[in-house]
């Protein structure tokens, strides 16, 4: 029993040296993809952000505003417009993310003490640009603003700390608990990664044992006895490098670029194995539905391709409908990337990750029709 | 004479594959329903939240009715420290917590400048964002309250009361997208991206399968037939399916999933049609690369992620590598993805895309060169020997 399975190890093993496309599934190809996915984020925060300007007062209090919005880092005042139709011509053709329409006799409203109204019109098709915009320009005017009334208050009051206390009398103090940085690359990449990752799991899988088939070796490869055994002897090298390869993007996040790591590293690298071989345990299954390899290889794409929509870290699942729920139980990533952010995040107790394990875990069950399937198909 | 008979023959070799048929059939059909799944309820709301008011004052109170009232928020646990708090947020019970201090009406009325303070799991950030603009919303016109409030004690009538809140507003005001639906972000350019891959999945088996063949010796249309009949064949037979497709997707599923329509019917069929036979002519030419019917699917699936986010839809532009944008120009879905999303998504004109217009049939005339090129030398390389 022992022996078919180590025999079965290094079998595959001597095939994967023998295979250049096997070998790349293994190494080459997920590196670059992870790598491609790295760079896009790698800067993590967007800087210079362009926006057009229409500046209808041309007054000293509208220019210092504009100088305000353009000294911030997010955003960046890439042109002045005439008037709002060229603006938003300009943000039609994508060269800007949105307009400011400074109102005429901005200056003179403002010292009339008729509060006038600074227009943004953001880019909303692009959600994630529209509130990077939306929070820096927010913060910006009010800042600006409070400057103005600043300098007002003190004309009157000759009093500084009386003259802050009335530009704001309740304070908001704001704490991003976890991703303190807010830092998108961590945020994206954290789950864009394991959701390459999967894909090639189930790849390499099904490749292994679609090769076997279609070259027509399998009853030679199997013979008679110890079916089991060799099935597991054949998917452990698999089950070696990728989750080694797990853990080393997640010592690559968390160890090398500095974020921190809240909990414990063992409890997710054990997860990540636990994953590992639900993913190809149900690689199995597809192939047992025909012992087809290219239609295994069609039904492990559509099955792993939409993954990251579902994991609920861009948009969330409390606002997700029941069959979009039930499609993210059955995809053993999303119960990972779950405990993968509880630890690395909240430094969750491990006696609160029981049922993720759990859950993904029971994934394993499905090993019991596959090889019921494999032994029928090979007694034929 | 002689092209009917290689159609017939293409045709034969494309429908009797399941795996080309699952893929640019079945595939196309059941994306078209999942991928906007997650996203079916549009956008953020009702995020549970837990409350810690140290303070029990009336004003207190105030603000925990203000925040119950904002969309985003609901405050679904009342803790008594932020302790029992933030364990609720680890259990993931709640996803923010907002504490009032002790003494807060107190230092108000002293005028103190007291701080609520607002902690939320940034690990997600459309739920960070949600509470931070409600929670902003709500303290900020609580805070406005108050303002006017101690003006009028002051004696300041009502009205300059209110304008003395602070000297000038910022009013933020969509684009497109009104309603920050995130079908509407994410859907128009997945859509886009899905009719690439599976049709570059199906001609991807299909030239990696007639390579197999002609490697095995096989006989067939694909040894001796004219290329040209051959690569107009699949011009014709995928540009029928994908074109019937496109309608689907365009026409019945963004109706059906309430996407905007901006863009007139005959310019989204204009861009289409460029779009479809640039990546016919991409697919010809991968399929032309692969040596075996296998290798198509894996490569298509592993760029899909990184294609869609190299566009600069969801991630700026301006904070990708430079190389990464150039790179991504030669694939058909780039220049698809941003011509559609200007047209159709923020209403532009036909001749602000011009230059993705371009680019896509520059591919398509390119990529069939190169595919021609690579099927020849592919039969000259089998046949031969």
């Known amino acids: 029993m022992f022996k078919a399975l180590s025999d079965a190890f290094f079998v595959e093993l001597s095939e994967i040296k023998n295979s250049l496309y096997k070998l790349l599934l293994l190494t080459l190809l997920p590196i670059f993809s992870f790598a491609l996915m790295i760079l896009i984020f790698y800067q993590g925060v967007a800087f210079e952000l362009p926006i057009t300007v229409v500046d209808n007062d041309k007054s000293e209090l509208s220019r210092k505003l504009l ?29 800007v993310y949105g307009v400011i329409i400074i109102p005429s006799h901005f200056q ?17 098709q692009y959600i994630l640009i529209g509130k990077i915009l939306t929070g820096s320009l927010v913060e910006t005017v009010a800042y600006s603003a ?158 792993t391709a939409p993954a990251f929509a579902f994991l609920g870290v861009t948009f969330p699942i409390y606002n997700m409908n029941s069959f979009a729920l039930f499609w993210r139980d059955i995809l053993p990533i999303s119960h990972y990337v779950e405990l993968q952010i509880s630890q690395a995040n909240y430094g969750a107790d491990v006696f609160f990750e029981g049922d993720k394990l759990l859950f993904i875990g029971a994934f394993w069950l499905l090993f019991i029709p596959v090889i019921v399937r494999f032994k029928s198909r090979l007694s034929l | 004479m002689r092209f009917l008979e290689v159609f017939s023959s293409e045709a034969k070799l494309i429908f009797t594959d399941v795996a080309i048929v699952l893929t640019i059939i079945g595939g196309v059909i059941l994306y078209a329903f999942l991928y906007p799944q997650p996203y079916s309820s549009q956008s953020v709301s009702g995020l549970s939240v837990s409350f810690v008011d140290l303070d029990k004052s009336k004003v207190s109170r105030e603000i925990a009715f203000k925040l119950n009232a904002t969309p985003q928020i609901t405050i679904t646990r009342n803790d008594m420290s932020e302790r029992d708090a933030k364990e609720a947020l680890v259990k993931g019970e709640v996803k923010a917590i907002i504490i009032i201090p002790q003494n807060f009406s107190k230092d108000l009325t002293l005028g103190l400048s007291p701080t609520v303070a607002v902690g939320a799991d940034s690990s997600y950030f459309l739920i960070y964002g949600a509470v931070l603009e409600g929670a902003m919303k709500s303290v900020l016109t609580q805070s406005a309250g108050i303002k006017v409030a101690k003006i009028m004690i002051g004696g300041t009538p009502m009205v300059g009361a209110i304008d003395a809140y602070t000297p000038y507003i910022l009013q933020t005001m969509n684009l497109f997208n ?27 088996i299909l030239g990696g399968g007639v390579n197999e063949r002609l490697r095995r010796k096989e006989k067939g249309h694909y040894s001796d037939a004219p290329i040209w009949m051959m690569m107009s064949s699949r011009y014709i037979i995928f540009g029928l399916i994908f074109f019937v497709h496109m309608l689907f997707y365009f026409g019945f599923s963004f109706s059906f ?129």
């Open chain 1, 108 to 124: 003179r409203d403002i010292l009339q003490r008729t509060q006038p109204k600074v227009i943004a019109m953001l880019n909303a």
């Open chain 2, 257 to 385: 999933f309430e996407v905007t329509h901006l863009a007139k019917i005959s310019d989204i069929l204009n861009l289409g049609l460029a779009f479809i036979t640039a990546s016919i002519s991409f697919g010809i030419f991968l399929g032309a690369l692969f040596n075996s019917r296998e290798i198509a699917t894996p490569v298509i699936l592993f760029s899909s992620l990184p294609l869609v986010f190299s566009v600069g839809f969801i991630w700026p532009q301006e904070a990708i590598p430079e190389f990464i944008q150039d790179i991504s120009i030669l694939i058909p879905s780039t220049s698809a993805m941003q011509g559609f999303l200007r047209l159709n998504q923020m209403g532009a004109e036909f001749s602000a895309i011009l230059p993705q217009f371009g680019i896509l049939w520059l591919q398509a005339l390119i990529y069939a060169i190169l595919g021609y090129y690579y099927i020849n030398k592919n039969r000259k390389k089998y046949v031969k020997n």
């Open chain 1, 146 to 303: 409070a400057e103005v009334e600043f300098m007002e208050d003190l004309v009157i009051t000759q009093n500084s700390d009386s003259a802050l206390n009335t530009i704001s009398p309740i304070g908001l103090q704001i704490t991003p608990f976890f991703n303190t940085y807010e830092n998108y690359f961590l945020f994206l990449v954290s789950a864009l990664l394991p959701s390459i990752w999967q894909i090639f799991i189930v790849i390499a899988t099904i490749v292994s044992f679609g090769t076997l088939f279609k070259e027509k070796k399998e009853q030679e490869y199997f013979g008679t006895t110890n079916i089991t055994a060799k099935i597991i002897g054949k998917m452990l090298p698999y089950t070696f490098v990728y989750t080694l390869m797990g853990a080393l993007f997640l010592f690559y996040i968390y160890g090398t670029l500095g974020w921190y790591f809240e909990g414990s590293f063992s409890v997710t690298i054990f997860g990540m194995f636990l994953t590992v071989v639900a993913y190809q345990v149900i690689a199995l299954l597809f192939f047992v539905t025909g012992f087809d390899y290219a239609r295994a290889l069609s039904l492990g794409a559509v099955y």
């Open chain 1, 67 to 95: 100088f305000n919005i353009d000294a911030s880092p997010t955003v960046k005042i890439a042109s002045q417009s005439l008037n709002a139709k060229d603006a938003v011509e300009l943000v039609k053709s994508s060269s």
């Open chain 2, 178 to 204: 009104k309603n920050n639906s995130y079908t509407q972000y994410v859907i128009p350019a997945v859509y886009i991206i899905i009719l690439q891959q599976t049709m570059l999945i199906g001609l991807g």
